[in-house]
């Protein structure tokens, strides 16, 4: 036998080599092999033999594959550039070609897959044809890609959070110190209008534009708290959550209850952060759909646990349906759940509120006294 071409003949459909036809062993050794294809290609690339894990990969019976070319398992980009021809040719010069990339099955659908081709030859050297083996990795490229999406949404929480804690300390710090400055400039000039004998009308502006400056201060506070609150940073998250539920309480005339149970020095700055947002996210999401009179937060801190209890008594939900376009609140509740390694449940039907459970490990175990606070 000659050295062949690897290239597709006239004929896809021709008579198969007789060598690969009747190499027995190495159909009964292949046949039984469900997680990998494999099967040999005659020297122009036709399909030559048919095992039962390409059939599950592939799509194929045996009786519509064999004989045709294999290049019909690519893309058709791929086909117009030539890949499927290379590979062979690679393979036929190297002895093996490996490739990862896009294939198609029997039904159209494309799946990432780990192709090795090795060139076959006889004694003398001539090519027989190629042995293709063939691995389904769509399972395992969808889960890096998870990992790269969780892993870029966890730095993406972490930007945001840090750009928060500026913009609240732009806010806090520079604003308001600028405003209280003019506020004190103001109230010397109206000093200086009575001894001036300015007219009533004048001094009256003057304390109204005063007036005007409180109220944007206590805006720009109240903004920079909603962003980052100093609490937060510097006397701890369950100081933090209690100013964020006196705040709601007055804000929304809603009747919250606090309970918090053991010690916080096995929350780290993210996990703090992360506690923070989930109560914070919960009471806005009670205010803006629940329509409830009445909302209970718990927080219990064992030796290496923490559970997150936030419960209404609101007019509920489906949680058994997907999520409506465009909303996103439980979905980033869940993602920063995750990155803390808990779990977290949700609990709601329509007319019997919304209940929410989170559970997540502490980064270190807790004193042996447990704290019991009530707000």
């Not at 044809?129 to 890609?145: H, N, S, Y």
């Not at 290496?304 to 999520?323: H, N, P, Y």
Request: proline residues 3%.
């Amino acid at each position: 036998m000659t050295n062949a071409s690897p290239t597709e003949p006239d004929d896809p459909r021709a008579p198969l080599t007789p060598a690969l036809q009747t190499d027995a062993s190495f159909r009964l050794l292949v046949e039984a092999v469900e997680d990998y294809a494999i099967f040999l290609l005659d020297a122009h690339g036709n399909v030559a033999t048919w095992n039962s894990g390409a059939k599950r990969i592939k799509g194929y019976d045996a009786r519509e594959i064999v004989g045709r070319h294999f290049s019909v398992f690519y893309p058709p980009d791929d086909i117009a550039a030539g890949k499927p021809q290379n590979e062979l040719a690679i393979a036929a010069r190297d002895g093996r070609a490996e490739d990862e990339g896009w294939r198609v099955r029997k039904d159209g659908s494309p799946f990432w897959a780990n192709v090795v081709i090795t060139a076959l030859h006889d004694a003398r050297g001539d090519l027989l044809g190629f042995v293709k083996v063939t691995r389904d990795m769509t399972d395992q490229l969808r889960l890096a890609e998870l990992q790269h999406t969780r892993e870029l949404s966890a730095h993406v929480q972490s930007a945001i959070e840090k750009e928060r804690a500026s913009i609240a300390r732009e806010l806090h710090d520079d604003l308001g110190q600028q405003l209280a400055a003019l506020k004190m400039q103001l109230s010397i000039l109206g000093t200086g209008a009575q001894d001036a004998h300015i007219a009533r009308q004048s001094r009256a502006q003057i304390g109204a534009m005063q007036a005007q400056i409180d109220t944007i201060i206590g805006s720009a506070r109240r903004i920079a708290a909603g962003l980052r609150p100093p609490v937060l940073d510097d006397l701890g998250l369950f100081a933090a959550i209690d100013w964020l539920v006196c705040d709601f309480r007055r804000r929304y005339d809603l009747t919250i209850h606090l309970h918090i149970e053991g010690e916080e020095n096995g929350f780290g700055t993210n996990a703090s952060t992360s506690v923070f947002r989930l109560v914070q996210e919960a009471l806005t999401n009670v205010v803006r759909h629940a329509r409830a009179s009445e909302a209970r937060i718990a927080i219990v801190c064992a030796r290496s646990s923490c559970t997150l209890t936030i419960e209404d008594d609101g007019c509920g939900a489906d949680v058994t349906r997907g999520r409506a376009a465009g909303t996103f609140g439980l979905l980033g509740m869940s993602e920063r759940v995750r990155q803390l390694g808990g779990v977290i449940e949700f609990r709601s039907a329509p007319g019997e509120g919304f209940r929410i459970v989170v559970t997540f490990p502490l980064e270190r175990r807790a004193d042996d006294g447990l704290a019991t606070g009530e707000s």
